[in-house]
């Protein structure tokens, strides 16, 4: 498994949740890791993307900048997605995935399996 996603939940509105994502050295090495999420319904859409080891660049989708902060662990492969102020219309199963970013958050080729943030009171 190359990205392997975790820390989905039930949450009140206002409150925070910590997303982990596992990934492969391999990937670690050569690829920028993000965040994608799907609502019911809806298209899935990038969240965030943090670019490889050598820059630590980051990028957010408007609807969650200033709320949801990406990163990656010192000492591990892992790569985070603290949601702070989760709202109800972030409920979605939210995917680690190789991103890039422009305009928008891309997937690169990469998906891990979702794990899913309900967002209710």
């Known amino acids: 498994v190359q990205l392997q996603a975790s820390g989905g939940g039930l949450v009140q509105p206002g409150g925070s949740l910590r997303l982990s994502c596992l990934v492969s050295?391999?990937?670690?090495?050569?690829?920028?890791i993000g965040w994608f999420r799907q609502a019911p319904g809806k298209e899935r859409e990038g969240v965030a993307c943090?670019?490889?080891?050598?820059?630590?660049?980051?990028f957010y989708a408007d609807a969650v900048k200033g709320r949801f902060t990406i990163s990656r662990g010192r000492a591990s492969n892992t790569v985070y997605l603290q949601m702070n102020n989760l709202k109800p219309e972030d409920t979605a199963v939210y995917y680690c995935?190789?991103?890039?970013?422009?305009?928008?958050?891309?997937?690169?080729?990469?998906w891990g399996r979702g794990t899913r943030v309900t967002v209710s009171s």
């Open positions: 995935a190789t991103c890039a970013y422009g305009d928008k958050v891309y997937n690169t080729g990469y």
């Open positions: 050295d391999f990937l670690l090495s050569y690829y920028s």
């Open positions: 943090i670019t490889s080891r050598t820059a630590a660049g980051t």
